[in-house]
């Protein structure tokens, strides 16, 4: 996505890879080669939303995918 402010202004995003990914650290990506990533209800992202009655309501506890 490209915003047209950005242009006005000449500024070109860019973007950090993390330390220990597969391109930032290929000598890791050989000796870990599985990844793994854990989703979270969103109810459940911070512990506080955790009993929202209106959230538990909505997602009858169902994952949103």
């Known amino acids: ?3 047209e402010d950005w242009q ?3 500024f070109s ?3 950090l890879l993390p330390t220990e990914s597969v391109k ?3 000598e890791l990506a050989k000796k870990y080669p599985l990844m793994a990533v854990q989703r979270k209800l969103a109810r459940s992202v911070h512990s506080s939303h ?3 009655e ?3 309501e ?3 506890n ?3 995918v």
């Open 24 to 26: 930032g650290s290929p």
């Open 8 to 10: 006005k202004k000449n």
């Open 58 to 60: 909505v997602q009858r």
């Open 54 to 56: 209106w959230i538990l």
């Open 13 to 15: 995003p860019s973007s």
């Open 62 to 64: 169902q994952p949103n």
């Open 50 to 52: 955790g009993m929202n």
């Open 1 to 3: 996505m490209f915003v």
